[in-house]
T-cell receptor, first 115, second 116 residues
């Protein structure tokens, strides 16, 4: 079974631009979560999608948005990029059902650098 | 306000010895705890977990201990091997209202280096 894939793996943008990152979950997984990893901050939860609906959202500004398609693939968009958005963006998928914990499987991440 | 804290950014241990990684949490609603391991250029991989109804869970060389009264958990690796060198993240999850999905709250990670 193929793992979680993320594209692109590396991205360089300039301040003010926008960026779209893509995540393909493990086949059969319907939940996709996004995290931001910066040095010293660990993984910060961005949002989680299930059946094309955002179910949970972390404490990030509205410049960060996402969506999920009917095939469970997900995209994350960041508009008006700032230098502080430079980070590793990780996507995780799981089989999660309501109120039960299911392991999250992570992709390799997209390294975004904002100049 | 960090709800999950890993106060040691790095730890060095000799091969064959025990590695102890620590994690503290503040949210008493957390009832499921996990450890993830991360190598450079890869996503985190699940290592071991523990439910709040237990105080210990073992899987081979890895054991997680939970002290609910102290809101503290630890990961013990014994014996430590050079291949264990990685960043270890502690994560916690709280039961949400019906219909919502659990989400993970991560600590900032501890870089473990096992010296040969």
């Amino acid at each position: 079974k193929a793992g979680v894939t993320q594209t692109p793996r590396y991205l360089i943008k300039t301040r003010g631009q926008q960026v779209t990152l893509s995540c393909s979950p493990i086949s059969g997984h319907r939940s996709v979560s996004w995290y931001q990893q910066t040095p010293g901050q660990g993984l910060q939860f961005l949002f989680e999608y299930f059946s094309e609906t955002q179910r949970n959202k972390g404490n990030f500004p509205g410049r960060f948005s996402g969506r999920q398609f009917s095939n469970s693939r997900s995209e994350m968009n960041v508009s008006t990029l700032e230098l502080g958005d430079s980070a590793l963006y990780l996507c995780a998928s799981s089989l999660v059902l309501a109120d039960s914990y299911n392991e999250q499987f992570f992709g390799p991440g997209t390294r975004l650098t904002v100049l | 306000d960090q709800q999950v804290k890993q106060n040691s950014p790095s730890l060095s241990v000799q091969e064959g010895r025990i590695s102890i990684l620590n994690c503290d949490y503040t949210n008493s609603m957390f009832d499921y705890f996990l450890w993830y391991k991360k190598y450079p250029a890869e996503g985190p991989t699940f290592l071991i977990s523990i439910s709040s109804i237990k105080d210990k869970n073992e899987d081979g060389r890895f054991t997680v201990f939970l002290n609910k009264s102290a809101k503290h958990l630890s990961l013990h690796i014994v014996p430590s091997q050079p291949g264990d060198s990685a960043v270890y993240f502690c994560a916690a999850s709280a039961s949400l209202s019906s219909g919502s999905a659990r989400q993970l709250t991560f600590g900032s990670g501890t870089q473990l280096t096992v010296l040969p």
